[in-house]
């Protein structure tokens, strides 16, 4: 695997994230959006880099003891290098150290391979969402991890 850095999200990244955004999403979210996300005191994003590129990032609202992952994204360019396995990993570590009962997210229901690595990582499906995303109405499954009994 290649020298890959995962870290927290600067402002100075947001070019970076945006570049990954437009690549993974038809329906992506703006450069003001990730401004107005470093400036959400709830939420958190790492980025993936390596030689200085930002190649994936991923996103949590930590909410009370929950904490709600908004975007896991790796550009297609990156993809099967175990890097969405890094920030995944990474994220779990950092809700454990932030006192975090569960975690929760949305995928959409064609995306095996994302469902697949959620699970390795002890998240379970809860239920649907359906038509949840707008670009073509596709289903989402509703998968949630507890990383401590309640």
């Given at each position: 695997m290649e020298n890959i850095i995962v870290r927290?999200?600067?402002?100075?990244?947001?070019?970076g994230v945006f570049e990954v955004e437009?690549?993974?999403?038809?329906?992506?979210?703006?450069?003001?959006s990730f401004r107005d996300e470093l400036k959400n005191k709830n939420a958190r994003y790492?980025?993936?880099?390596?030689?200085?590129?930002i190649v994936g990032y991923v996103g949590i609202w930590l909410i009370i003891d929950e904490?709600?992952?908004?975007?896991?994204?790796?550009?297609?360019?990156?993809r099967g290098r175990k890097i969405g396995n890094e920030l995944m990993k990474e994220m779990v570590n950092l809700?454990?150290?932030?006192?975090?009962?569960?975690?929760?997210?949305?995928?959409?229901?064609?995306?095996t391979v994302a469902q697949n690595l959620y699970k390795k990582y002890g998240f379970k499906m809860a239920g649907?969402?359906?038509?949840?995303?707008?670009?073509?109405?596709?289903?989402?499954?509703?998968?949630w991890n507890s990383l401590k009994e309640v």
């Open positions: 927290p999200m600067t402002s100075e990244d947001i070019g437009k690549n993974c999403f038809e329906d992506y979210w703006s450069k003001q790492l980025i993936a880099e390596t030689d200085g590129k904490g709600h992952i908004t975007n896991v994204a790796v550009h297609s360019d990156f809700c454990r150290e932030n006192g975090i009962a569960a975690m929760t997210l949305e995928v959409r229901a064609s995306n649907i969402r359906k038509e949840y995303y707008s670009d073509n109405k596709e289903d989402a499954v509703i998968m």
